[in-house]
């Protein structure tokens, strides 16, 4: 009998590290799939209502089911802002097929945050806005029900690899 692969969601705040740990972590991970939740909703001009959100919920379920209904992963890693449990049950709800669901959280201080989106920003590769969005929502993951790995310190490889540690 197959084994069920598993679901890893990696959650955050912008600017923890999502995208860039969940690259590493696919790297060392068995038969791994990524999806970034934002590569589902990246479109000009680009807002945030309630039609682009459920296109983007459906865009999320799709691949995510084709993932797992393929049978080719034994691991499947989708990352994305969720700063309220709500948004990660949403995905869940209208998932098919047999998985076990690992939720980790990346976890930043406030100064470590400043410092990695305020280069982002300085860079030209985010906007203004996305500090004070980040800094709102930081306080958000403290309680999230999901294992926290704190990102302060650390490269993507090594934020990756604690999770991989905790995935075996």
Known sequence: MKKRPNLIFLNGTMGAGKTATARALQKLLPSCALLDGDDVWNFTPFCVNEKTKELAFCNIAAVLNNYLASGLFENIVFCWVMQKSEIA????????????????????????????????????????????????????????????????GKTPEEAAAEIARRLA
């Open 89 to 152: 049950e949403e995905i869940c709800r209208r998932l098919r097929g047999d998985y076990t669901l690992r939720p980790f959280t990346l976890c930043v201080s406030e100064p470590v945050l400043r410092a990695r989106l305020g280069r982002d920003i300085a860079e030209g590769r985010r906007d203004g806005g996305v500090l004070v969005r980040a800094l709102e929502r930081l306080p958000l993951y403290k309680d999230y029900p999901a294992e926290h790995i704190f990102t302060d």
